[in-house]
């Protein structure tokens, strides 16, 4: 790594969120699934208190289906004929024309946070497992936003909710290898496209709290130029023991099919705490927390287990509440939410950890400091990671 005093190191340089334009509140979506479930009073009393109690107020939506007022309107949601429930191919049409537009207001506004010129960006990483057509998605980013055809991508495909930070930690170690490297990272998940005809309380819990949305961050060298910005740290991905089949995500004939285990809170809280040990060598715990919500009962474990207070979880909560589990987008958005917090305070240099979580079972941990104003390091720093 070149030795120069201009550098802090390697950092998200500028960030930006966007989710469609179809708000649906939990209350609302909540009746709709029970109007289809007029036969099965059972599930429809489990839906109600599930969607209760969620930790889900508001989520977003490409899909305008799911806006309509009753199950009979709703052709992802009938509550009885089913043949005319989209299918995967309409499904996977849906997210080829809605993806990129939602991916490019993303991509552009972390551009103009970060002050990088597109004609910097050298790499370009995308991420999505909610959708897939070639020439992809970043293919068609890469046109929209007039980058050099000569720009390396790497799709991220398929790797379920921990994988936007995984392309993080991706990004980082180009700019380690390559240090005049720039890292645009787009992640988009249109989630709400799977939903489908509740048939069991599996499918209930997994349509209770997931949403669309995309974010997209520019990573590489800080230098006097920025302020506000998160330099990465070390970390790694890990997979957890006896859980490859607790979380699930297959491609069926009316979308894709998610199975998400009760047993995925207990898991966790019972490998976290060793492997963030592995993480940390030695040093205390730091004050953020930027963790992915899977679920609210995810974000209670990981609190519980690592005692943390609850102004330290809010970022994670909030998001929950307010635009729903957007699978690997998520992490974006809570690192996001989170600068703006530490912006509005004044805050000084702060340590955190983020985490993300996803199928395998697979953790995704990173150290990372919130950088107010640029700071010259008193001593090169060594930039060795796991």
């Given at each position: 790594m070149t030795q120069n005093s201009q550098f802090?190191?390697?950092?998200?340089?500028?960030?930006?969120?966007?989710?469609?334009?179809?708000?649906?509140?939990?209350?609302?979506?909540?009746?709709?699934?029970?109007?289809?479930?007029?036969?099965?009073?059972?599930?429809?009393?489990?839906?109600?208190?599930?969607?209760?109690?969620?930790?889900?107020?508001?989520?977003y939506t490409v899909e305008p289906e799911f806006t309509k007022k009753s199950s009979t309107e709703c052709r992802y949601l009938p509550s009885n004929d089913l043949s005319g429930v989209p299918t995967t191919e309409e499904r996977m049409n849906t997210y080829k024309r809605e993806s990129v537009p939602l991916g490019l207001t993303a991509a552009k506004a972390a551009l103009l946070d970060s002050g990088i010129d597109k004609s910097e960006i050298t790499h370009l990483i995308t991420v999505s497992c909610t959708g897939?057509?070639?020439?992809?998605?970043?293919?068609?980013?890469?046109?929209?936003?007039?980058?050099?055809?000569?720009?390396?991508?790497?799709?991220?495909?398929?790797?379920?909710?921990?994988?936007?930070?995984?392309?993080?930690?991706?990004?980082?170690?180009?700019?380690?290898?390559?240090p005049e490297s720039?890292?645009?990272?787009?992640?988009?998940?249109?989630?709400?496209?799977?939903?489908?005809p509740a048939m069991d309380r599996e499918a209930?819990?997994?349509a209770s709290f997931f949403g669309d949305g995309a974010a997209g961050c520019v990573i590489g060298e800080a230098?006097?130029?920025?302020?506000?910005?998160?330099?990465?740290?070390?970390?790694?991905?890990?997979?957890?023991?006896?859980?490859?089949?607790?979380?699930?995500?297959?491609?069926?004939?009316?979308?894709?099919?998610?199975?998400?285990?009760?047993r995925i809170p207990k898991l966790l809280g019972e490998y976290l705490a060793p492997e963030l040990e592995l993480l940390l060598e030695g040093d205390k715990l730091p004050e953020l927390w930027a963790i992915h919500p899977g679920g609210k009962g995810i974000v209670d474990s990981v609190q519980n287990v690592l005692e943390l207070r609850d102004d330290q979880t809010k970022y994670s909560r909030d998001i929950l509440k307010n635009a729903g589990n957007l699978s690997s987008v998520t992490i974006m958005f809570v690192l996001a939410a989170m600068r703006q917090d530490m912006r509005d305070k004044n805050q000084e240099k702060t340590k955190g950890i983020a985490m993300a979580f996803g199928p395998g079972l697979t953790a995704e941990l990173m150290q990372f400091t919130y950088v107010p104003a640029y700071q010259v390091a008193e001593t090169e720093p060594s930039h060795v990671y796991l």
């Open positions: 802090t190191g390697i950092s998200i340089l500028g960030m930006g969120t966007a989710l469609p334009s179809h708000p649906i509140p939990q209350a609302d979506i909540s009746e709709l699934i029970t109007s289809s479930l007029q036969d099965r009073p059972d599930l429809a009393r489990f839906a109600r208190r599930i969607f209760r109690s969620c930790g889900v107020e508001m989520r897939q057509f070639l020439p992809g998605l970043d293919v068609m980013l890469m046109k929209e936003l007039g980058l050099s055809p000569r720009v390396n991508r790497l799709p991220l495909i398929f790797q379920g909710c921990a994988a936007g930070l995984k392309a993080i930690q991706m990004a980082r170690d180009v700019v380690q290898g390559s720039k890292v645009l990272v787009v992640c988009v998940e249109l989630s709400s496209l799977h939903f489908q209930l819990f997994a230098d006097k130029n920025h302020s506000s910005y998160f330099e990465l740290g070390k970390g790694y991905s890990v997979l957890l023991p006896d859980s490859t089949e607790d979380m699930t995500w297959e491609v069926g004939n009316a979308g894709f099919d998610l199975y998400l285990s009760p």
